[in-house]
């Protein structure tokens, strides 16, 4: 299991701690926004909206919310921000790839504070194409090993259509591709089975081992991009050990 894949178990339990509900909701908002006026209102047709709303829940965004959301995506003419996708790609400390997905209503002004916060954490902008090829677009869904059972996991994501299962001490990683990924979510909801986190991400290809400094700047530059009101998600293939992220990201 790879440190960037811990890093976003243990990101997901801070958020939660960590007050941040406000900017979480915002961004979850404008997700759904996005998703609803690019594929419509239903999300059963819409899966990208359908993973949206999920995460809305999981995060106990209010039903209205994620209704109003809805709507303003899917309402002609109404004005507001009109919100553009755009993926940055960087390097940061130590050589790692990262691979950034925004969501702006001014593109200048997102690349000129991404460029910002890298340059101050040890980092650097990419050319576009530059890291990108070392990522894929999968399932991810994590369990608390100490909260499940390891062989249920595994009976469940096999038969449904997983394509990797990983452990290591505290977690299960499931990994899936991107036609089995609801399949794969809700047979462990149907089954009772509590997921920690259930997303669409980028996992990397290859890893870059970091300690020490390298490492404590890598988590310090993850959390100031994810902390851009910009910025959606933040992958990288930093590959850190387990007891020092978990020192690192208290």
Request: proline share 2%.
């Amino acid at each position: 299991m790879s440190g960037h894949s811990k890093w976003s178990s243990i990101k997901h339990k801070k958020g939660a701690a960590d007050a941040k509900r406000g900017k979480i909701f915002t961004k979850l908002i404008r997700e759904i926004t996005t998703a609803a006026r690019i594929g419509g209102g239903d999300p059963e047709s819409n899966s990208r909206l359908r993973v949206a709303i999920s995460q809305a829940k999981a995060e106990n965004m209010p039903k209205d919310n994620i209704e109003k959301a809805i709507k303003k995506g899917t309402s002609v003419g109404e004005g507001g921000e009109n919100y553009e996708e755009h993926i940055y790609e960087g390097y940061g400390p130590g050589g790692v790839a990262i691979l950034i997905q925004a969501l702006t209503d001014n593109n200048k002004r997102t690349t000129a504070d991404i460029r910002h916060i890298l340059s101050r954490l040890n980092g650097n902008l990419a050319e576009p194409g530059s890291v990108s090829w070392i990522f894929s677009k999968k399932g991810y869904i994590t369990f608390d090993k100490k909260t499940v059972d390891e062989d249920k996991i595994m009976e469940h994501a096999l038969e449904a259509g997983a394509e990797d299962i990983t452990s290591d001490e505290n977690e299960i990683e499931v990994i899936t591709d991107l036609q089995s990924f609801e399949k794969v979510r809700k047979a462990f909801e149907n089954a009772g089975l509590k997921y920690v986190l259930a997303e669409m991400s980028m996992i990397p290809q290859t890893s870059v081992k970091l300690e020490g400094k390298n490492a404590e700047t890598m988590l310090k530059l993850m959390e100031a991009l994810e902390d851009s009101d910009d910025v959606q998600s933040v992958y990288a293939n930093f590959d850190i050990p387990a007891q020092e992220l978990e020192r690192l990201s208290q």
